[in-house]
């Protein structure tokens, strides 16, 4: 049988050869985004499709200062602007705005104006956090039409100490910003946790919340605002 | 492969036909096999330390029903398993075309294997539900959801590493007298949802008393990381 076949693993070897050198295959996809935590908002998305060679972080190295922004405040438009000089298809904030606990958001691309553009990179802000990310990492965009899954996990930009108190958004200034709905749900005069920028991006060790709702260290709330990896998941339905 | 070998093999045969020249040969069809009930074994290991998993409910079925959605609210038979480890509610509620449950709680890292046997050979859009609650929490379970085991060959299996999920039921107070397992021995069902939101979610773990959690009848034991389970699906038949 295995002479039988030889020339068939040839063939596909060839076969694998030529797929390597031909030229990157458009593809119309659907991205559906769920935020599976019990207690956390994911501030707004950044979904995009870029050339390979490409990254928005690299765990382990200090991040961008326009990372920075969108991890410490939710604010997506400077990685907007390095993705547009990829030439990338981008979608920014398919949500409308904060995505709640177990909701979920869909965005289309279709990379045929841009056939280079096979990787997939996604980041939102995950608060109440410090400078926590959920971030999918350029992954490599399947071109056989089916559904594929990603369980991706909670990223520390490691910008901000995680002192997990109510406080701003701006890169550098201490506290995480609080909108209606995460306000609603967090502790308030909490004397702030003891912790320093780490810098550099790290999967995120969770935060620590307290259950003094009106002081103790933490503004986090520990029963609720915790969570275990994944944080989201991400369904890609390549049409 | 051993389809290409079949293809190879009438070829051989067409051309002897063709050189005797006799007018076309008449081949008995085979006997029909008898058909084989398509069988599945499912092992479920508990990875925890510290985490019964109550009787396991195992259920094939088909696309018209499902345990659980993220983001939606739980149904009332899971809202009992999950707060109370009584599977035989989930069982009853959905449609299965085969179903099998545990013996007896599994404990922190033993196994258990269970048989789901199909009516007949057909397994077109059987899905594999197995849900299970980790008894020392308010209302974790862990399990797999409408897994597509259709396309499973016989000796074929798959092996998945599960997620602990919040039934979004009963608020994780972690309280004396409000945790069904043997950490704490108190209440299991209650009908009120006293949640943050009445969804399905993943769970955020649990917090205990020894990490400052006041009244949590909890310690540093029953926390968990993910995943909590490994399952195996096999099609042995």
Known sequence: MKNVLAPFSQALALALALAAVSPAQAVQFDVEIINLTRGSYFTPFLVAAHPEGNNLFVSGEPASANLQAMAEGGDISGLVADVAALNATLSENPAGGLLAPGASTTTSHDTDPAPDNTRLPIVAMILPSNDGFMGLNAVEIPTEPGTYVYNVPAYDSGTEGNDEIVGSGVPGEPGYPAPPPVLASSGSGGSGVNAMAEGFVHIHRNVLGDDDIAGGDSDIVNTVHRWLNPVVRVVVTVN | ?237
Do not use: K
Request: charged share 15%.
């Open chain 2, 1 to 237: 492969m051993r389809r290409f070998l079949f293809i190879f093999l009438v070829g051989l045969v067409a051309a002897c036909d063709g050189d005797g020249g006799n007018g076309p040969t008449v081949i008995p069809a085979p006997e029909p096999e008898p058909t084989q009930a398509a069988t599945f074994t499912v092992t479920t290991t508990n990875l925890t330390v510290a985490q019964p998993l109550s009787p396991l409910a195992a259920i094939i079925h088909d696309s018209s029903v499902r345990a659980f959605s993220i983001g939606e609210a739980a149904s009332d038979a899971l809202e009992v398993l999950a707060e109370a480890g009584d599977n035989s509610g989930l069982l009853e509620a959905i449609e299965g075309l085969s179903e099998a449950s545990g013996d007896a709680p599994l404990g922190p890292g033993a196994s258990e294997t269970l048989t789901l046997a199909l009516p007949d050979d057909n397994t077109s859009g059987a899905l594999l539900t197995l849900v299970t609650m980790l008894v020392n929490t308010n209302d974790a379970i862990t399990g797999i959801n409408s897994l597509d085991v259709s396309a499973l060959a016989v000796g074929d299996s798959m092996t998945l590493s599960t997620n602990a999920y919040d039934t979004g039921t009963e608020a994780n107070t972690e309280a004396t007298g409000t945790i069904p397992g043997p950490a704490d021995g108190g209440e299991g069902f209650n009908p009120a949802r006293d949640d943050v939101a009445d969804q399905v979610t993943l769970h955020p773990g649990v917090v205990t008393a020894d990490d400052g959690l006041t009244g949590s009848a909890l310690n540093q034991s029953h926390r968990w990381d993910n995943p909590v389970a490994r399952i195996t699906v096999t099609r042995t038949q």
